[in-house]
């Protein structure tokens, strides 16, 4: 791809994510885009043909920027604590940036549409394949995880921060609802279970 397409792509995606944090996915337009943009409405047809495809592909690059970050830090050697606390702070300042944004609205937007849809779920899927990994490694490091396999347990990690997300994104706040707390809760949890008191001190 010549550099000047590149660059056109970068433009058009950026101002396609500005649109939708602005409007959301259901009102926004493609002509809106391209006035963000600076670009006629046709280089969006071109580079990307249509609306969805525009936007699956703002998602995909968040996505895959966001999950080699994640993949990075899992594989530091560090506790699994501490790696949680850490994913805590990603969530964080995945929801200042837009990113969860995105990915909301397009999962929205796919519970209508399957094409949507599926390319919504291989994004989702990525991030449970890395934490079913991580769990696997984790079995190998502490012999065992219960009655769990490695899949149920990215399940479990996985779903409260979708699900927080939902929460936070909706308005509802923490007072009524410990999303953001509850989550950093676990990495505690988790540190005691790592780092279990000295024989004589109470736990």
């Known amino acids: ?27 926004l337009s493609t002509r809106s885009i391209a006035q963000g943009a600076g670009v006629p409405l046709s280089q969006i047809h071109y580079h990307f043909g249509s ?7 703002v998602l995909d690059a968040e996505n ?8 990075s830090m ?9 790696r949680w606390e850490q994913a805590c702070n ?14 909301m609205e397009m999962t929205a937007a796919g519970w209508s549409d399957p094409e949507i849809a599926a390319a919504v779920s291989t994004e989702i899927r990525g991030w449970f394949d890395l934490l079913a990994d991580v769990a696997r490694r984790a079995e190998e490091q502490f012999g065992s995880l219960g009655p769990f396999t490695p899949q149920e ?12 997300e939902t929460l936070i994104l909706l308005g509802i706040d923490e007072a009524a609802v410990a999303a953001r707390s509850g989550l950093r809760r ?9 780092q279990p008191p ?4 109470r736990p």
């Open 153 to 164: 347990v990215a399940a479990l990690a996985g779903m409260p921060f979708l699900g927080a």
């Open 90 to 103: 990603y969530f964080d300042d995945d929801l200042e940036s837009g990113y969860v944004r995105v990915l």
């Open 1 to 27: 791809m010549a550099l000047a397409d590149h660059d056109t792509r970068q433009r058009i995606q950026a101002a396609a994510k500005d649109a939708l944090l602005d409007v959301g996915y259901a009102r």
């Open 186 to 194: 676990v990495g505690e949890l988790l540190r005691r279970l790592e």
């Open 74 to 82: 899992y594989d530091a050697d560090l506790p699994l604590w501490k």
């Open 64 to 71: 895959e920027q966001r999950l080699a970050r994640q993949t």
């Open 51 to 57: 609306k969805q495809n525009l936007m699956l592909a």
């Open 198 to 201: 000295k024989r004589g001190r």
